[in-house]
C-alpha cells in the first residue's frame, strides 16, 4: 500500500495536475498547440539531451550493460508493435504510432524517481535507469522520429524531415564535447539548464491541450497498446534479462522500467508529424493512469522474486 501511496500521489497526481492545467488553459484561450510542441521539440529537448550526456558520468560496464538489454528490447517491441499493428488494418501511420506507444516509455519525469523510491535512493540504481533514460530518449529522437514522419512517401524524404530535429545534433555536440574535454562558457551552462528544466513541464502542458481536442471512446488499438506496455514490456523484459543472466539490482530496476507507460514524447511527435496525435494522446494518458496499480505490482515481484 505504501508503494501504491506513492505512486498515486508522487508520480501519477502531479503529471495528471499538469496535463489538467494544460487543458484548462486551452479550454479557455484556444493554445495553438503545434507551436506549443515545437517550442518542445526545437528548444527543450535538444537543451535537456545536452545537459544529460553532457554531465552524466556513469560505469562503463553499466552502461554496456544496460544499453544491450535495451537494444534487444527495443527491437523486439519494435517487431511486435509492426505485428500487432498489421493486424489492426487501420493504415501505415497508424501501425506506426502504435510502435512508437508501446516502445518509447516515461523513463525521465516517471521513472528515476519511481526508480529512487523503490530502491531507497541506490545511486547504482538510479544510474541504470538515467542510462534507461539516455538510451529512450535517443531512440525516440531518432527512430521514434522515423516512424511518426514515416507516412510511405519514401525513405529519404523521411530522413529530410528528422534531419531538422536539432536533438540529434545535440547529442553529436555533447558527446564531442566530452571526449574534447572542452567545458562549456558557463552562462551557456546555465542557459542549457534552464531550459532542460522546462522540457517536463512543457510536454504535459502539450498533453493536456490535446486532449481538449481529443474525443474519447473505447478504442481497441488503445486497448492493446496499454496492455502491452505496461503488462508485456515487463514479461519480455523478464525473458531477456535470464538471457543475459544479469541478477540483483540491475535485473531489478530494468524489470521495472520496462513497465512504465507511454512517454509523453510520442504525443508531441504525433502532432509534429500530424500522425494520429489522438490515439497517442489516449494511450499515454490511460497508460499513465493505469500505470499506479501495475507499477506497485511490478516492484513488489522485483523486490520479492527476482534476484
Known amino acids: 500500500m505504501d508503494y501504491f501511496t506513492f505512486i498515486l500521489t508522487n508520480n501519477v497526481l502531479p503529471i495528471f495536475l499538469i496535463v489538467g492545467a494544460g487543458a484548462l488553459v486551452n479550454y479557455f484561450f484556444n493554445l495553438d498547440v503545434k507551436s506549443l510542441s515545437r517550442l518542445y521539440l526545437y528548444i527543450m529537448v535538444p537543451a535537456f539531451m545536452f545537459n544529460q550526456l553532457y554531465n552524466t558520468e556513469i560505469s562503463m560496464q553499466l552502461l554496456g550493460s544496460v544499453i544491450l538489454f535495451m537494444v534487444v528490447f527495443l527491437f ?43 530502491f531507497k535512493n541506490n545511486p ?115 525473458l531477456i534479462i535470464k538471457l543475459l543472466d544479469f541478477h540483483g539490482l540491475l535485473a531489478q530496476v530494468l524489470f521495472v522500467s520496462a513497465g512504465l507507460p507511454t512517454a509523453v514524447n510520442t504525443v508531441v511527435l504525433s502532432l509534429e508529424y500530424d500522425s494520429n496525435p489522438d490515439f497517442a494522446s489516449k494511450a499515454v494518458f490511460s497508460a499513465t493512469l493505469l500505470s499506479a496499480f501495475t507499477e506497485t505490482i511490478l516492484i513488489y515481484v522485483a523486490q520479492n522474486f527476482i534476484n
Do not use: C
Not at 530535429?165 to 553529436?172: D, F, G
Not at 531550459?195 to 502539450?206: E, G, H, R, Y
Open 76 to 118: 523486439l517491441l519494435y517487431i511486435i508493435g509492426h505485428g500487432v499493428g498489421r493486424l489492426l488494418k487501420d493504415g501505415k501511420s497508424m501501425e506506426n504510432a502504435f510502435t512508437n506507444s508501446i516502445m518509447f516509455y516515461n523513463s525521465g519525469n516517471y521513472g528515476i524517481p519511481l526508480i529512487t523510491l523503490a
Open 124 to 238: 547504482v540504481a538510479i544510474s541504470i535507469q538515467v542510462i534507461v533514460l539516455l538510451v529512450q530518449n535517443i531512440s525516440n529522437f531518432t527512430l521514434g522520429a522515423f516512424q511518426a514522419g514515416d507516412k510511405g512517401d519514401g525513405f529519404k524524404q523521411t530522413l529530410k524531415g528528422i534531419a531538422k530535429l536539432p536533438s540529434i545534433y545535440a547529442l553529436i555536440l555533447a558527446l564531442s564535447l566530452r571526449l574534447l574535454n572542452i567545458d562549456i562558457w558557463q552562462p551557456v551552462a546555465t542557459s542549457v539548464e534552464y531550459m532542460s528544466q522546462a522540457m517536463i513541464a512543457v510536454a504535459l502542458l502539450t498533453l493536456g491541450a490535446q486532449l481538449t481536442s481529443t474525443k474519447f471512446d473505447f478504442e481497441l488499438s488503445v486497448l492493446f497498446s496499454n496492455a502491452i506496455r505496461l503488462v508485456g514490456g515487463p514479461v519480455i523484459a523478464l
